[in-house]
């Protein structure tokens, strides 16, 4: 629903809402037993809060269509992904708690490795460790020079890192240089629209002499940029839905989602059991907690199925803990599936499963991919609806027109 | 579908088409058994049609929005809601056949409860019996001068009432002074935009003088008023879909609604049976019938389990004689749920089933919540699209392109 018209329906209550987002939770069936990780998986306790609530698949752009990590978040939390669109660089800053500015030109970029023809052979670089990327950055940081412009150097995890350009007539309409591809080289930086020519050739620079002065850090002998953006202006979960809503996620780029919605992004640490701990802590001093399990995802795109099928299974076993605080509403979703058969994204229908005091349960008794099919959310309902279900279940929405 | 898709396909049928309107029928499951009023209601003549016919729940404005009664009928008549907002004054005038003028500001009144420190003890006055409402009025009517507006008061049923205020600049943008709480003091009459400043004042003294003039008519010593509105410009059911069309209503609030439509809204009796008598004098005389059922949703307002689901049964009875009729398409829904476990309306979505001589049946052979998720309509379809398939279903359009 449009914020315009669900303003006027807002109302105060003294409720709760969780939304668990199991991030590319949604998969495939194997062929030894024909079960999805999720179908496989031994999660008694999300089972017994399928039973108890209402099931279904959201899609979170349009059928057919694999979203990014941001628009497929954006979507499940109502803001409409095609309307509301943000680069990975804008991303990358606010998970590092970057100051961006009014003009900044931010872009995610990778180490990577390319052989002796500038063929990319690895686009993660072997997952260097932090503490390599972070000298690595240092290195670029400190080397660097393009005139009129300021350049920033940040690492954010792994091989992952942040760079900003501050200057003059900058523009972020530019293309990827990342192939998104082993087997090819990196490509030229190039303008979508005539306004960032001039920043083409900036990041052409910057690509250049990052080249020159990585040569011999072999796997990190190269960088790939995607997501060139800027700092959009966006209403907040306040604004929108009168919540006061926190993040609880360990990686950057989740907080820094968050924090573009105006969530309070709260210190939390690595594991599931760290970001349990931390809802607990702060249970009291907010009406919507977003908690992002990243491994299903991690896992789904390493092509792992056991591992994706054992991080459900652990994530099942906190949902007493969770149940335990009393929310009001529990939304177990995905922000896209990611396959472990495919090892990537996918477009496919992500299972939900809503659970509240107010629900009218179906009957789907286990939450999985096939069984949510037959729930009463339907097999392919809009993600962006469900934020406005949820509050509806939290009592949190007037009635509409006499 | 939009009215001007819909035009070039209209086509002359004599076909005649039942809209069956249970007004709340939705609910939620109750404890001792886990069924809902409509799951546990002995309803063989409506399980009958369900099982020869389509069905399926609709979603009246958006996923967890909860309509109104204006918003519900509209969408299940295809109008979208949210294009045609209107308000209870306007309703409220139409009901009662109040001949509203351009410039008129209807508003819909409650007699109601207050005590000594002003809050609302009773938001309907213990539901005042309709003879004692008409005196009321009366004394208001008389009693009451405002310079420069013409004054009307008028008995709608039990503790409603009608008030329509005439005069140079009045303006319909103005917040209700219903609480719709007890506890709390009735608000002040307040403008919602600045041209509605001067209509504020207006109000405030009708309000004002009303308390004086009430104050010793315990337990009626005190208004509120809601849905300030003027008389919409709406394209009648004829120009939209090409059927001459009667609205068959005990309660006047629906006949209004009717009425906006351009539909015909017959004298009936309070009875589902005059209703049906009613159906059945002026049968050759139309080709779309509106029948409305309210009990189903008075019932599950006032949190009655039990007299909801007699209700149900009692129209089921009801059904037989309304098929020997000869109809083509029967509808069955409601405008929305009303579960007596919340004693409200509610987002829920709402049962559908439609019968017709040339429908595709499904599987469903109950007429009930978690059966019709499967039916083939879908588990959440969008209430404005039944009237095209109605439509459909009789005949009544022609193929779009070659």
Sequence with gaps: ???????????????????????????????????????????????VLASEGTCGLQIPVKMGITPG?????????????????????????????????????????????????????????????????????????????????????RNEKEHRFLLVLRGDGLSSHLHDTD???????????????????????????????????????????????????????????KECYGVKSAAIAAYPMYRGL??????????TGETISDEITTLKQHWKEFDFFYVH????????????????????EEVDQFIPRLRALNPDVIVVTGDHSTPSEMAAHSWHPVPVLLWSKHCRPDNVVQFGERACITGSLGPQFPAVDLMTLALANAKRLDKFGA
């Design 258 to 267: 968050a924090k573009l919605l105006g969530m309070h992004a709260l210190d």
């Design 69 to 153: 990590s941001g628009p497929g978040h954006l979507a499940v939390f109502g803001y409409d992904p095609i309307v509301y669109q943000v680069g990975r660089g804008v991303l990358a800053a606010h998970g590092i708690n970057f100051d961006l500015q009014q003009g900044d030109v931010a872009a995610r970029g990778n180490f990577c490795t390319i052989d002796s023809n500038d063929i990319v052979t690895d686009r993660r670089a072997g997952r260097i460790p932090t503490e390599k990327s972070i000298e690595l950055c240092r290195i670029l940081q400190e080397n660097i020079h393009i005139p009129h412009i300021e350049v920033f150097v």
């Design 179 to 237: 192939p998104q591809d082993i087997g090819k080289k990196p490509l030229e930086p190039r303008a979508l629209q005539s306004d960032a020519e001039y920043t083409a050739r900036i990041v052409y620079q910057f690509v250049d002499q990052a080249k020159k002065i990585l040569k011999d850090q072999l796997p990190a002998n190269m960088v790939l940029l995607r997501g060139f953006s800027v700092k959009p202006s966006w209403p907040t979960m």
């Design 293 to 312: 399990i990243k491994k299903t995802d991690s896992r789904g795109e390493d092509g792992n199925f056991e591992e994706k099928k054992k991080v459900i």
């Design 1 to 47: 629903m449009e914020f315009h018209l669900l303003k006027p329906l807002l109302k105060e209550a003294n409720t709760k809402i969780i939304f668990l987002i199991m991030d590319g939770i949604g998969g495939l069936p194997r062929k030894q037993d024909n079960k999805t990780e999720l179908e496989a998986a031994f999660k008694p306790n999300l089972d």
